[in-house]
């Protein structure tokens, strides 16, 4: 090859005769010197030079060209990442003193952050991420929704928006869709099958994902379609896991589905489905454009088709087996069957139920639980959980404090042997009780440090208080001596004088306008004034009923009741509570 050779000559070559080789390869290729120079070093040409003595001076301190570099990182957008130019940047630090202007050039600074990996490139990278795998077929699913904008359905049928008419950026756009679709997909992570279909619906809700996830998981009619079963594990992303857990978390694990908690923005954990999305617009939906579907009908119709050809006959780059091929490896143990409809309704319906334990056992749909093994408190209400296929097995899940704990059925007896619990006792043959609980191993504890723990006393004597606990120690003696040198001087106080005249109650003038108003009576500023003209700031309470009575009958208003000065006097001045008492 030409370019090695060049790189040889001009690495053989003194450093005054390689202007001479690289100007015949000018003529000989027609490139410029410094192509040329630049295809010679891709090729093991090394141009020797002598280092600058004032290497590494140049640009700012670390310090500054960290903070240029943190407010181009700081402005970044989610979707087009860190953008502001290196030069706003500068601008900014200048403005706040954290550099001066002229002290580096725009170019200088760029140099700088490639250096230190922090140029708007290198911070728009991609973070190195970790490589997942899954275990077999059904490990683990992955679920995403999207909004199919290009096709909808109106009056005449499933139509094709032209793109001259329809721009998805602008929002009154969107009004044109009455009836949005949603593309639901479900991907096998381990051997790509995948599962699609459509549904009418303006965005994600638990009814579809209810119904896409039992169409999913189901037997199929089509015999070359096997795709089924439940999966150990979910993926999702954020609006889809809302919408499970909208469903109830206790449909999920009735069905001993893991779905694993994600990151926001982290989509690369998706990358499968999504693949799978781009996968179906370019192969199935490109289609509609020369076979329109008339209806919902017709259009899962024509994906389902699709997708049994699609899964049956193409390669997998990673498996180099199709898809239908890599799930046919599922072994029975990986295999766990859909359950019926009607019992995933029940289960969806009632995700999670209360019993209280009781001695400890709970009874949940005709059956008794033994939570001994839990030691979980008598009387304490817990959260039972219905799992659809170890109830088959006689075992529920229980929820107490944080933790699940899994409960067996109590068996019975056959009826001609009295259909008692088979975990009973015969009388007069064994005795045996039940395990202490915690509560009940702390109380004995308490009970040894109140009566002493070689006390032979029986529980009933110290409920009956035939022996105090805690013998011997002070509860009462000496509080007198806690008071110490405290002395209280007497107060001199007055005799409390009784008055026995009528006293009459004055009231605020407001509470005879509000009494007016509740009998419908419409309050003028002129019968304000007149009614604080005759009776002042104040008025006997016996007079507010009479007043009203009397405006509503169109009567003279009673005259104000004249107070003595005795009876003012204890109204306004309350009388001492006693004899001595501080005033």
Same mark, same amino acid.
């Given at each position: ?365 005709? +059956?008794?639980?033994?939570? #001994? ?6 009387? $304490?209400?817990?959260?039972? @959980?219905?799992? *659809? /296929? %170890? ?99 007497? +107060?001199?106080?007055?005799? #409390? ?6 006293? $009459?109650?004055?009231?605020? @003038?407001?509470? *005879? /306008? %509000? ?69």
């Amino acid at each position: 090859m030409w370019q090695r050779e060049l790189a040889w000559e001009l690495n053989e070559a003194p450093a005054r005769e390689r202007a001479g080789i690289i100007a015949r390869y000018q003529g000989l290729r027609g490139l410029s010197s410094s192509t040329l120079y630049r295809i010679a070093k891709d090729h093991g040409f090394a141009l020797e030079r002598k280092e600058r003595a004032d290497k590494g001076n140049g640009g700012l301190k670390l310090e500054t060209a960290e903070f240029i570099a943190s407010a181009i990182w700081a402005s970044r957008r989610e979707n087009k990442g860190a953008f502001m130019p290196v030069e706003n940047a500068m601008e900014f630090a200048i403005d706040n003193n954290i550099m001066l202007r002229g002290e580096a050039s725009v170019e200088t600074v760029q140099k700088q952050l490639r250096q230190l990996e922090m140029d708007s490139k290198r911070l728009n990278n991609p973070t190195p991420h970790v490589s997942l795998r899954s275990l077999h077929p059904n490990h683990c699913h992955l679920v995403d929704v999207s909004t199919c904008i290009q096709y909808y359905l109106n009056e005449g049928g499933m139509q094709i928006m032209r793109e001259d008419e329809f721009y998805k950026n602008k929002i009154e756009n969107f009004k044109k869709i009455k009836e949005p679709l949603q593309r639901y997909i479900m991907t096998d992570h381990f051997s790509g099958f995948f599962f699609v279909k459509y549904y009418l619906a303006a965005g994600e809700t638990a009814e579809n994902l209810f119904d896409f996830s039992c169409c999913a998981w189901e037997a199929k009619a089509e015999q070359n379609f096997p795709f089924q079963g439940v999966p150990k594990t979910m993926l999702m992303d954020g609006g889809s896991r809302a919408k499970a857990k909208a469903m109830g978390m206790g449909f999920w694990d009735g069905l001993e589905i893991n779905i694993l908690p994600g990151n926001p923005g982290n989509s690369r954990r998706q990358g499968s489905v999504e693949v799978t999305h781009n996968i179906w617009e370019k192969w199935f939906e490109t289609r509609l454009r020369f076979d329109p579907a008339t209806g919902m009908e017709d259009l899962n119709r024509k994906a389902r088709g699709f997708c049994i050809w699609f899964n049956a006959s193409r390669e997998h780059s990673r498996t180099k087996m199709t898809r239908l091929v890599c799930w046919l490896t599922i072994n029975k143990e990986q295999l766990r069957i859909l359950p019926d409809r009607a019992e995933l309704c029940d289960l969806l319906n009632r995700p999670e139920e209360e019993r209280t334990v009781n001695s400890h056992r709970i009874s949940f749909q005709g +059956k008794e639980f033994n939570l #001994a093994h839990a030691n979980i408190p008598h009387g $304490t209400k817990v959260k039972v @959980i219905k799992n *659809l /296929f %170890k109830w088959k097995e006689g075992i529920v899940v229980v929820g107490y404090d944080n933790r699940l704990f899994e409960v067996k059925e109590i068996g019975k007896l056959a009826p001609e042997l009295g259909g008692f619990r088979a975990d009973s006792v015969v009388i007069g043959e064994a005795f045996k009780s039940h395990k202490d609980t915690t509560t009940q191993t702390a109380v004995k504890k308490l009970e040894d440090i109140a009566y002493g723990a070689s006390t032979t006393l029986s529980s009933k004597q110290q409920r009956t208080g035939k022996v105090a606990p805690f013998t011997g120690l002070n509860a009462f003696e000496g509080f007198e001596d806690k008071m110490g040198n405290v002395v209280a001087f007497p +107060k001199v106080g007055t005799v #409390a004088e009784i008055s026995r005249s009528v006293v $009459t109650t004055e009231v605020p @003038i407001v509470l *005879l /306008f %509000k009494a007016l108003l509740a009998d419908g009576v419409t309050m003028t500023p002129a019968l304000n004034k007149d009614l604080r003209a005759k009776y002042g700031e104040t008025i006997d309470n016996r007079l507010v009923g009479e007043v009203v009575a009397a405006i509503a009958a169109g009567r003279a208003l009673p005259e104000p009741v004249t107070v003595g000065a005795d009876n003012v006097r204890a109204i306004r001045e309350p009388s001492l509570q006693a004899a001595g008492g501080m005033r």
